[in-house]
């Protein structure tokens, strides 16, 4: 007999993940409150259906794909606003996403976050303005005082650069050293 998840085991396996699936919800979003907001309506839907989890891998898939789902219904209904993506865009993102495995989410996070700090101030500067602060090419390149094609591809070399480099970190834990 299968024995289901309560509620406690629940939040034991989540809550590790909170960071890394409002981060996910807000590449998505690019709004906070939105972001936060879609993380809520995915933990209610756990907990409505918190009878159905055989075990913490199959919680982590579901949650992801029910979080996933919920910030493109919330796109979908911003018909006020210009939406991020289309449709076939967020189908194919979905079926990438969907391909994945969540397991090593908290790996690659991590991987991320020193990769982003082996990056030039320049670099950092111009991660932050496009994807924290959320503005366009164009802005970021106003604001940093270069041309859009300038902006444009040094986004370009830094993504090239940060897959590298999480792709070597996540290497080496594979192979038991530290990702640092």
């Given at each position: ?34 972001s ?5 309506d ?41 939406a ?28 991320l ?9 320049k670099?950092?500067?111009?991660i ?19 041309k ?33």
């Amino acid at each position: 007999m299968i024995e289901f998840m309560d509620r406690t085991e629940i939040l034991k396996v989540l809550m590790p993940e909170r960071t890394t699936q409002i981060a996910l919800a807000w590449s998505i979003l690019r709004q906070s409150h939105l972001s936060e907001d879609a993380y809520q309506d995915m933990l209610a839907r756990v907990f409505e259906n918190d009878g159905i989890f055989e075990g913490p891998q199959h919680l982590r898939d579901w949650s992801w794909k029910v979080l996933r789902n919920r910030c493109y219904k919330l796109i979908r209904e911003r018909k006020y606003q210009v939406a991020l993506l289309d449709d076939s865009i967020l189908d194919l993102v979905d079926a990438e996403l969907e391909s994945r495995s969540t397991a090593d989410m908290p790996q690659r996070a991590d991987a991320l976050h020193d990769c982003l700090g082996e990056l030039s101030e320049k670099s950092r500067q111009t991660i932050r303005l496009r994807y924290f602060e959320g503005l366009r090419g164009n802005r970021v390149a106003e604001k940093l005082g270069r041309k859009p094609d300038a902006v444009y591809k040094a986004l370009q070399r830094i993504y090239v650069t940060l897959a590298q480099c999480i792709q070597k970190k996540l290497a080496a834990l594979d192979t038991g050293d530290s990702i640092s």
